[in-house]
Nanobody, 125 residues
Framework: QVQLVESGGGSVQAGGSLRLSCAASQRTFSSLTMGWFRQAPGMEREFVAGISWTGGTTKYADSVKDRFTISRDIAKNTVYLQMNSLKPEDTAVYYC??????????????????WGQGTQVTVSS
């Protein structure tokens, strides 16, 4: 069982930055493909960014490309999402997700086995 705990959400003005963190309980964190998803009110949960278990492959949604960066620190069992140039449309609950034993980066919710509780990000104009 993998437990994921997100932190770092909050409120920021448009153009600002936030860094989300997701700490994983799994000792084999290095074997986990990690992803970030978000869900705005009344919307479906959507893929934001993902990183392979090797760290060698990353994928981003077009809407966040060149603004968000996903990274991982194996020593700390933690994955990060650095969010720059935030826009009001980035407002959502952000979820960390993990997939064990997969190759590459999954971009759908069905591709992940474990989920965090979510952290709210609010961007005001």
């Amino acid at each position: 069982q993998v437990q994921l705990v997100e932190s770092g959400g909050g409120s920021v003005q448009a153009g600002g930055s936030l860094r989300l963190s997701c700490a994983a309980s799994q000792r084999t964190f290095s074997s986990l493909t990690m992803g970030w998803f978000r869900q705005a009110p009344g919307m479906e949960r959507e893929f934001v960014a993902g990183i392979s278990w090797t760290g060698g492959t990353t994928k981003y949604a077009d809407s966040v490309k060149d603004r968000f960066t996903i990274s991982r620190d194996i020593a700390k069992n933690t994955v990060y999402l650095q969010m720059n140039s935030l826009k009001p449309e980035d407002t959502a609950v952000y979820y960390c997700a993990a997939a064990l034993g997969v190759f590459g980066v999954r971009v759908t919710t069905q591709g992940y086995n474990y989920w965090g509780q979510g952290t709210q990000v609010t961007v005001s104009s």
